[in-house]
């Protein structure tokens, strides 16, 4: 019976052996067909190269046919990868600091043109008069159609104090214009606190860079400081093309105690890394509103997304640009760069960014604010309530006993067409930088007066 047992155990180790070598075999040859079919492509590609090299018409620099070969290979992905010679490279890893030389724009490729996504405001570009969504179709006369992101970039560096000239296609304008930008060093201030007064608070965030969460943490606190509290906040986040990953989620961490921030999945659907909030957020105990549009973009939808579906803040404005995908930068050896897109970036309900944007939760049309004062200041005729001295009525004197109840001041409670008269009639120097801020941006005022309904609302709840 032993020698049986023996010998059956011998079978089946030797039967396990022969399919161990079978499926070895068998991988090894898949493994030397895909490496032939591999090797045949890069010989066709060495091929080429050497007959360029031997017989093309005049000497040919070698580096030069292997980077543009590189660029022609990953202009076959999407617009966002990109290599970078040394040169461009070293730029670019300026660029995150918060200084560097330049135009002060972010741009992309949209159905094969190139695109602003935002001018970064007070930089060269912004003060020019670019505006988002200007279409450059050729840069100091040589067109940009067909060049890839780097290579549009590169025809617009120039030395500081240098022009360039870009020439534009806007929307609702028949003829191209030519813009001249004097290029300058762009120093970024990514983060611009205005007081509102009575405890609210705006902050504009222009962009993603190193200082963004210390720089947004800092104002807070100095607004806090200043008012003893904050009964709300508006960030500001239209026309923020993005930047670093780590500071969306250190600023998102800042206003919640819990839950995921973002996810990014990349080829492999298994390999999911989650950020999820530290607990550490201070701010957590005042109404937010996020205002953004068409041109936010990347970080900025990062922190709009996280906010929104852990329902710590509202989003008020226009559909977001919908760029939600990761790049990961790799230096080369030989100091060159690759900018290539690795994943994509998922909101915490699990919704995918890419192409879709964020949708506000209130949608607020951009008014032109001139236009808007003077229709505000023919509407609404007089009426028996706004005489002075007038017999008030029933519903009038519970307003104002539900005022008092909650310590509103007299001007909080004034209507949006009243304080539009009053402001509309005045010129911008006898202004206060609230009032400026109000009468020249109609969204703004749109979520400041979101802010104060949001408290009464709250306050009638208890």
């Known amino acids: 019976m032993k020698a049986f047992a023996q010998k059956w155990k011998t079978f089946i180790l030797a039967f396990i052996l022969i ?40 000497e040919v620099d070698t580096k030069k046919l292997l980077y543009g070969a590189i660029k022609g290979m990953l202009r076959e992905l999407d617009p966002h990868t990109n290599f970078m010679p040394p040169d461009i490279f070293k730029d670019f890893e300026t660029e995150t600091t918060g200084e ?76 191209p214009r030519d813009i001249t930008i004097t290029r300058g060093s762009v120093k970024i201030k990514s983060v611009k606190y205005t007081d509102l007064e009575d405890g609210y608070a705006y902050i504009k965030i222009t ?13 807070i606190d100095a607004h806090i400081k200043n008012n003893k509290r904050v009964d709300g906040l508006i960030i500001d986040m239209r026309r923020n093309p993005g ?37 550490k957020g201070r701010f957590t105990d005042f109404p937010v509103i996020i205002l953004v549009n068409e041109y936010t973009a990347s970080a900025s939808e990062i922190v709009s997304g996280a906010l929104q579906d852990n329902k710590r803040a509202l989003i008020a404005g226009q559909r977001t640009f919908g760029k939600g995908s990761v790049q990961s930068v ?26 879709e944007g964020i949708r506000p939760d209130i949608e607020i049309d951009d008014v032109d604010p001139e236009a808007f004062a003077k229709s505000v200041l023919k509407s609404k005729p007089t009426r028996e309530k706004d005489i002075a001295g007038h017999l008030k009525g029933d519903r009038e004197k519970d307003t104002e ?60 709840a208890r």
Do not use: H
């Not at 840069?139 to 020439?167: C, F, H, P, Y």
């Open 100 to 175: 560097f030389g330049g135009l002060g724009i972010e741009i992309s490729v949209q159905n094969g043109i190139l695109t602003i996504i935002s001018p970064i405001e007070d930089t060269p570009a912004w003060e020019a008069g670019i505006k988002a969504g200007d279409k450059v179709i050729a840069v100091d006369g040589n067109s940009t159609k067909g060049l890839s992101l780097v290579e549009a970039s590169q025809l617009m560096r120039g030395k500081k104090g240098s022009k360039v000239i870009l020439r534009i296609v806007r929307d609702n304008e028949e003829e």
């Open 19 to 58: 399919l161990a070598l079978f499926i070895m075999a068998e991988s090894g040859f898949q493994i030397r067909a895909f490496a032939q079919d591999r090797y045949a492509d890069l010989q066709n590609f060495t091929k080429v190269l050497n007959l360029v090299e031997q017989y093309y018409v005049e």
């Open 330 to 355: 790799v230096k080369l050896g030989d100091g060159s760069g690759l900018k290539l897109t690795v994943a994509r970036y998922y909101t915490p309900s699990g919704v995918s960014i890419q192409a």
């Open 401 to 460: 006993k539900a005022q008092k109840k909650l310590d509103l001041k007299p001007k909080d409670s004034s209507n949006a067409l009243a304080w539009w008269k009053d402001v509309g009639n005045k010129k911008d120097e006898n202004l206060t930088t609230r009032e400026k801020l109000f009468k020249n941006d109609y969204q703004v005022y749109q979520c400041f007066s979101y802010l104060k309904a949001w408290k009464t609302l709250k306050a009638l």
């Open 243 to 279: 930047g670093l990953l780590d500071q969306a989620v250190k600023v998102s961490d800042m206003f919640l105690k819990e839950g995921t921030i973002v996810s990014t999945i990349g080829r492999n659907k298994k390999d999911k890394e989650v950020s999820v909030a530290t607990k």
């Open 207 to 219: 962009s993603f860079i190193e200082n963004t969460a210390k720089d947004l943490e800092k104002a």
